[in-house]
């Protein structure tokens, strides 16, 4: 089992920026691939970002790409989501989840496949 706390949430301006970070305990943590999420009021979850357990593979979300990066420090078990140019509609609850399956070499981006939730970190950009 994999547990996962977030951080670094806050309130910010339009074009601003927030680095989150989740930090990954448990015995197999660093084999899994790590998925950030975010979910909105009133709409369904939805994929922003993930890295392999190796760091060699990388998924974003269209809406994000070239805003945010994803990245890993496995020495620490600490996956990082660097957030650039914040835009209004990134307004949200993120969450970093863990591969239920461990070394999976493809990444996938369905919520369903990660069985291991952080409590999540309010991301809210002011326009």
């Known amino acids: 089992q994999v547990q996962l706390v977030e951080s670094g949430g806050g309130l910010v301006q339009a074009g601003g920026s927030l680095r989150l970070s989740c930090a990954a305990s448990g015995r197999t943590a660093i084999s899994r691939s790590v998925a950030w999420f975010r979910q909105a009021p009133g709409t369904e979850r939805e994929f922003v970002a993930a890295?392999?357990?190796?760091?060699?593979?990388?998924s974003y979300a269209d809406s994000v790409k070239g805003r945010f990066t994803i990245s890993r420090d496995n020495a620490e078990n600490t996956v990082y989501l660097q957030m650039n140019s914040l835009k209004p509609e990134d307004t949200a609850v993120y969450y970093c989840a863990a591969d239920r399956r461990s070394f999976r070499v493809l990444l996938t981006t369905d919520g369903d496949e990660y069985g291991s939730w952080g409590q999540g970190t309010q991301v809210t950009v002011s326009s």
């Open positions: 890295i392999r357990w190796s760091g060699g593979l990388i």
